[in-house]
């Protein structure tokens, strides 16, 4: 007698099938799930006078600029002659990328500074005034550049993280 015909055997085998269909079903809703997730932009860490902070997108693009979203502008105190601490996600630090700074002069007047950074060039940066008397940081951008060029055949930033320090 066969074991599969005895009573004891379609219990265990109904159990074995009952089992794997679990397993299927779960391996199935966790796969939708994963595909279901909606991929979060990057975001940078700014560092200063002992406060951090995390910045998201103030804008974040897809390359061709068809497909954007929107965010905040993020705020963080950065006293004058005091440095400013950037962190990098691998996202921005491995694609080219520049950064914009304005800084206020003594006079009262606005200055602003871009610098352009290579891919994979760095993934930290720190802003720093070495004005003698020190400007005051009023805020960073930092900039990725799209696919579409301005009429000067410069590209336009497809994401900005901004963040405003006086």
Same mark, same amino acid.
């Given at each position: 007698?066969?074991f $599969?015909?005895?009573?004891s055997?379609r219990?265990?085998?109904?159990?074995a099938?009952l089992?794997?269909? %679990?397993?299927?079903a779960?391996?199935?809703f /966790? %796969?939708?799930?994963? @595909?279901n997730?909606? !991929?979060?932009p #990057? *975001?940078?860490t700014?560092?200063a006078y002992?406060e951090? &902070?995390?910045?998201?997108p103030?804008? +974040?693009c897809s390359?061709?600029l068809?497909?954007?979203?929107? @965010?905040?502008?993020? !705020?963080?105190d950065?006293?004058?002659?005091?440095?400013?601490?950037?962190?990098? #996600?691998?996202?921005?630090?491995?694609?080219p990328?520049?950064? $914009?700074? %304005? +800084? *206020? &002069?003594?006079?009262?007047?606005l200055?602003?500074? /871009?610098?352009? +950074?290579?891919?994979g060039e760095?993934?930290?940066v720190?802003? %720093?005034?070495d004005?003698s #008397?020190?400007?005051?940081?009023? @805020?960073? *951008?930092?900039?990725?550049?799209s696919?579409?060029i301005? !009429?000067?055949g410069?590209?336009?930033?497809?994401? /900005?993280?901004?963040?405003?320090?006086?």
């Amino acid at each position: 007698m066969s074991f $599969v015909r005895t009573r004891s055997g379609r219990v265990v085998l109904g159990l074995a099938v009952l089992a794997l269909v %679990v397993v299927v079903a779960a391996a199935v809703f /966790v %796969v939708v799930a994963i @595909g279901n997730t909606d !991929e979060r932009p #990057p *975001e940078i860490t700014a560092y200063a006078y002992g406060e951090t &902070t995390t910045v998201p997108p103030r804008e +974040y693009c897809s390359f061709d600029l068809q497909e954007c979203t929107h @965010g905040e502008i993020a !705020e963080l105190d950065v006293p004058a002659g005091q440095p400013l601490q950037l962190s990098l #996600p691998k996202d921005i630090a491995t694609a080219p990328w520049r950064m $914009v700074m %304005v +800084y *206020e &002069t003594p006079d009262g007047d606005l200055e602003q500074q /871009v610098r352009n +950074y290579q891919s994979g060039e760095t993934d930290a940066v720190t802003v %720093v005034s070495d004005h003698s #008397p020190a400007w005051q940081l009023n @805020g960073v *951008e930092i900039q990725l550049p799209s696919a579409v060029i301005d !009429e000067n055949g410069l590209p336009f930033a497809r994401a /900005v993280w901004a963040i405003k320090t006086a």
